[in-house]
C-alpha cells in the first residue's frame, strides 16, 4: 500500500477529483493548507500598504491505494491539476504499514 | 438638529411654520402628530447606525478581537442612552439662551400634564417631548461608536466604557449644549444642521486624543514602515457601511424637526437626495484616488469614503443642490485616503480609519456651509470647529490620563497577542474548529 499526498491549486481540485474518481479510487481525503515553495509569497495591499503573504492557500490532497493504483492515480493528478504555470504543486509518494476500516475491521487493501 | 425652534438660526426658519399661503396649514393636533412621528421614524433608523458601527468595526479587526468590538458596541449603546438620560440631556438643552453649560437634573416628560389640559398645539411646529428626547438620545451613542472603532484591538473593555460614560454624560453634552441647546455657538451664528463637528469631530477627536495616549497596536509600526493588519471579513465591513449609509437618511432628515407642512416635506426630500448623492461622490472619489494612489482600488477606503461623505454633507444637507452634495462629499471621499496615508506616516494607529472619515470631513463638512448656505459665514464656522475642538481635546484627554492613571487603558502585550476575545473575555466569536 502507497500513500498519495499531493499539493495542488484551489480552484483545480474539482478537476482533480474527477480524474482521480474515473481511475476507480473510491475515497480521498482534502484539507485546505497553506504553504510555499519556489513560488515564494506574493503582495497584498490593505489600506493602503503593501504586505506580503508568505503563505499561498493550496489544497492538500491524501488517498492510501493499493500498489497498482499508484501510477495511473499519479498520472491522473498530474493532466488535470497540471496549469504550465509556477505554483502548480507537487505529488509524494509513501509506504504505508497498515490500513484497518473502523466500521468492519477488514485490514490491508480491503480496508481501502 | 437645534431643539428651540424660536431660536434665531437660518436652519430654524426652515423649520419653523412658514408654510406659504398657497397651501392650507394642517390642524394643531395633525402637525403635532406628523412631527413626533418624524422623529420616532428617524430617531430609530439612527439608532440602526450602531449595528452599522458593529458591523464595520467587526469585519475591520482580526478575528481574535471580534467579540470583544461586538461587546463594546452594544454596551456602549446601552451606556450613552443611560447615562444621556440621567444627566446628558438636560445638560444639553436646559441651557440658558447663549449659555455655556445646562442644569444636571434627571429629565422626564412633560408630554402627560400636556395632555390632561387641554391642549394647546400652537402653530404646527410642536412633537411630543418623549420623541424629541429619543431623537437627541440616539445621536449620543454615534459619537462613542466613533471612538470604539479607532481604538480597538488593544483597549481594554473596563477603561473604554469609563470613558464613554463620561463622553455621553458631560462632553458630548457640554459641546452640544453651546449650538443645539440654544447657547453661546448658536448666539455667535455657527451652523451645524445635523452634526459634522458636534457628532462627528467630537467622536473624532475624542479618538485621536485615545489613540495619541493608548498607542499604537504591537507591531503595527515598525522601523522599515507601517504593518498592515487586514481585517476579518470584508463583507460584514460592507454590510455595516450599508447601515451607517441607511441609517443616516435618519440622521439628517430627522435633524430638519418638523414634518408637518409641504414646505418641509420638499425639505426633508431634498434632505435625503443630498445625503446619498454626498455619499455617492465620496465613494466614487475614494474609488479614483485609491486606483491613483495605491495601483488597486482599496475596499476599505473606499467604504471610509462612504461614511466621508455621509460626514460632509452633515453640517448642511439642506441648501446644496444635489450637484454640490456630490462635490461635498468628493471632496470627503479625497481627504479620507489622504489622511489615512498621513496617520499612518504620523504612527497613529486608526483600526477603522474613524479619524479620516468622522474628524477630518467632520471639519471639512463644518467649513464647507458658508458655500451653499448664505446665511453663515466662514468666520463663526471656524469659531465653532476650533472652539468644540478645543474643548474636546483637552476635556478627553484630562479623562483618558485619569482612567490611564486609575485603572490603566491598554491590554498587555501578551493578552494583546493572543487577542481581547480569549484574554478578556474567554470567549472566541468563531469558536468551532469545523461546522458541526
Known amino acids: 500500500m502507497k ?9 483545480k481540485l474539482d478537476a482533480v477529483r474527477e480524474a482521480i474518481t474515473a481511475t476507480g479510487v473510491e475515497g480521498l481525503t482534502v484539507s485546505e493548507a497553506k504553504g510555499f515553495g519556489r513560488q515564494k509569497g506574493q503582495t497584498e495591499i490593505y489600506r493602503g500598504a503593501e504586505y506580503s503573504v508568505n503563505f499561498l492557500p493550496k489544497i492538500r490532497l491524501e488517498l492510501v491505494l493499493s500498489d497498482d493504483q499508484v501510477e495511473p492515480v499519479c498520472e491522473a493528478i498530474l493532466s488535470a491539476a497540471k496549469t504550465d504555470k509556477i505554483g502548480d504543486g507537487k505529488i509524494f509518494v509513501i509506504p504505508v504499514d497498515a490500513a484497518t476500516r473502523i466500521r468492519t475491521g477488514e485490514t490491508g487493501d480491503a480496508a481501502l | 438638529m437645534l431643539k428651540l425652534l424660536s431660536k434665531s438660526l437660518p436652519l430654524a426658519l426652515v423649520g419653523t411654520a412658514m408654510a406659504s399661503p398657497a397651501f392650507a396649514a394642517v390642524d394643531g393636533e395633525t402637525a403635532f402628530i406628523f412631527n413626533t412621528l418624524l422623529f420616532l421614524v428617524m430617531g430609530f433608523l439612527v439608532m440602526w447606525m450602531a449595528a452599522g458601527f458593529a458591523m464595520l468595526e467587526s469585519g475591520m479587526v482580526r478575528s481574535k478581537n471580534v467579540a470583544t468590538i461586538c461587546v463594546k458596541n452594544i454596551t456602549l ?15 444639553m438643552y436646559s441651557v440658558s439662551e447663549g449659555g455655556y453649560l445646562g442644569s444636571l437634573s434627571i429629565w422626564s416628560p412633560d408630554d402627560t400634564a400636556f395632555l390632561s389640559e387641554t391642549p394647546e398645539f400652537g402653530e404646527n411646529d410642536t412633537y411630543a417631548a418623549g420623541s424629541d428626547w429619543f431623537f437627541q438620545m440616539v445621536f449620543v451613542a454615534t459619537a462613542a461608536s466613533i471612538v470604539s472603532g479607532t481604538l480597538a484591538e ?18 458630548y453634552p457640554i459641546q452640544g449644549s453651546w449650538q443645539w441647546g440654544g447657547g453661546w455657538l448658536a448666539e455667535a451664528g455657527f ?3 445635523a452634526g459634522s463637528t458636534l457628532v462627528h469631530s467630537v467622536g473624532g477627536w475624542a479618538a485621536l486624543v485615545g489613540a495619541l495616549i493608548l498607542g499604537a497596536r504591537t507591531g503595527r509600526f515598525t522601523s522599515s514602515g507601517s504593518v498592515p493588519m487586514p481585517g476579518s471579513s470584508m463583507p460584514l465591513a460592507t454590510l455595516g457601511t450599508f447601515i451607517l449609509w441607511l441609517g443616516w437618511f435618519g440622521f439628517n432628515g430627522g435633524s430638519q424637526l418638523a414634518l408637518a407642512s409641504a414646505e418641509n ?14 455619499a455617492a461622490g465620496g465613494v466614487v472619489a ?29 453640517a448642511e444637507p439642506l441648501t446644496p443642490t444635489g450637484i454640490e452634495a456630490i462635490l461635498i462629499g468628493g471632496v470627503g471621499g479625497i481627504l479620507v485616503p489622504i489622511a489615512v496615508i498621513a496617520l499612518d506616516k504620523l504612527k497613529i494607529d486608526d483600526v477603522v480609519g474613524a479619524i479620516p472619515a468622522h474628524l477630518v470631513c467632520g471639519i471639512w463638512g463644518t467649513l464647507a456651509v458658508p458655500l451653499t448656505n448664505s446665511g453663515t459665514s466662514f468666520g463663526s464656522q471656524l469659531l465653532g470647529v476650533a472652539a468644540i475642538g478645543a474643548f474636546v481635546v483637552v476635556s478627553s484627554a484630562v479623562v483618558w490620563l485619569i482612567i490611564k492613571a486609575v485603572i490603566g487603558l491598554r491590554a498587555s502585550e501578551e493578552d494583546e ?20
Request: aromatic residues 14%; charged residues 10%; glycine residues 8%.
Open chain 2, 417 to 436: 497577542l493572543a487577542g481581547l476575545d480569549k484574554s478578556e473575555l474567554g470567549m472566541e466569536a468563531y469558536p468551532e474548529f469545523t461546522n458541526a
Open chain 2, 154 to 171: 488593544r483597549i481594554k473593555l473596563w477603561p473604554f466604557l469609563a470613558f464613554v460614560v463620561v463622553l455621553s454624560a458631560f462632553i
Open chain 2, 77 to 91: 449603546f446601552a451606556i450613552a442612552g443611560i447615562v444621556f438620560y440621567l444627566v446628558g440631556y438636560q445638560l
Open chain 2, 191 to 193: 451652523s451645524d444642521f
Open chain 2, 265 to 278: 416635506a420638499v425639505a426633508i426630500s431634498q434632505i435625503f437626495i443630498n445625503t446619498n448623492m454626498a
Open chain 1, 3 to 11: 500513500m498519495i499526498i499531493a499539493i495542488i491549486k484551489p480552484f
Open chain 2, 286 to 314: 475614494a474609488l479614483v484616488v485609491t486606483q491613483i494612489f495605491f495601483g488597486k482600488v482599496d475596499l476599505t477606503i473606499v467604504l471610509n469614503g462612504a461614511i466621508g461623505g455621509l460626514v460632509s454633507i452633515t
